[in-house]
């Protein structure tokens, strides 16, 4: 059967980037209980305001949150080989399963909007992905990417870096799981995350500090607003 434009693409591009970049992937659960508590809550204005609010809206500002602590993961490897090169803008993309193959929309400037903001363009470019409508800029200029496979199930993948990039985030299904609280065991909701980064511009302990920070970002959404 012959492939689509898309998924040759993909495929050239997934080929190249796993031959060119070391990569590793580090693994880690964070809590969403009150996150996810909070987002059912705002259900009824997301009705008003003909917009479904995701969980990816929060990811996309918690993955910008943690890019501005830890810029070391927002670089990018130059084709020279002795240099890298520091971003300070935070376009995040998010992949999207289509009926023609994988495509990586950015969403540009997340730090500087708000999640309803980023709730609605996250709509608007998944849309597009799947009526075939992106546009090559759509899918250019991004920092990070975010891969989320939570709707179909998983309890764990290890996505490869879209090189230029040097980082993507895999999130898989989340799961009612028995936490210890220092006194017992109490159900709360963990989302399984991993996180693979280009180690020639990501050493562990970088990684290790970026990841301890998204969760306790996911675990505690008002240290966005810190």
């Known amino acids: 059967m012959p492939l689509s434009k898309v998924a040759r693409l993909t495929a050239s591009n997934m080929a190249r980037n796993w031959l060119n970049a070391p990569m590793v992937t580090q693994f880690d659960d964070a809590d969403i209980t009150e996150l996810e508590a909070f987002r059912k809550e ?8 003909d917009i479904k609010m995701t969980p990816i809206p929060f990811l996309l500002k918690a993955c910008a949150k943690a890019l501005a602590e830890n810029p070391v993961i927002n670089r990018s490897w130059h084709s ?6 520091q971003k300070h803008y935070y376009h995040i993309g998010m992949a999207v ?14 730090d500087k909007k708000g999640l309803w903001e980023l709730a609605e363009e996250a709509g608007v470019m998944a849309a597009k992905a799947r009526d075939g409508k992106l546009s090559a ?6 920092c990070f990417s975010i ?3 939570g709707a179909i199930g998983g309890r764990g ?3 490869i870096v879209n090189s230029p990039e040097a980082g993507i985030l895999g999130i898989s299904k989340a799961s009612i799981q028995p936490v ?3 006194a017992e065991f109490e159900p709360r909701q963990m989302l ?3 996180f693979t980064y280009d180690h020639r511009v990501v050493n562990g302990a970088d990684a290790g500090r970026f990841m301890t920070y998204l969760v306790a970002l996911l675990g505690d959404i008002r240290r966005l607003l810190l």
């Open 97 to 110: 399963d289509t009926p023609r193959g994988l495509v990586v929309p950015v969403i540009r400037d997340v």
């Open 180 to 182: 210890w609280n220092g």
């Open 192 to 194: 399984p995350l991993g």
């Open 157 to 159: 993948f290890t996505p």
């Open 147 to 149: 891969s989320s496979l």
């Open 137 to 142: 800029a759509d899918m250019q200029g991004g």
């Open 42 to 49: 705002l259900k009824a204005e997301g009705e008003k305001r």
């Open 80 to 85: 020279s080989g002795g240099k890298v090169i």
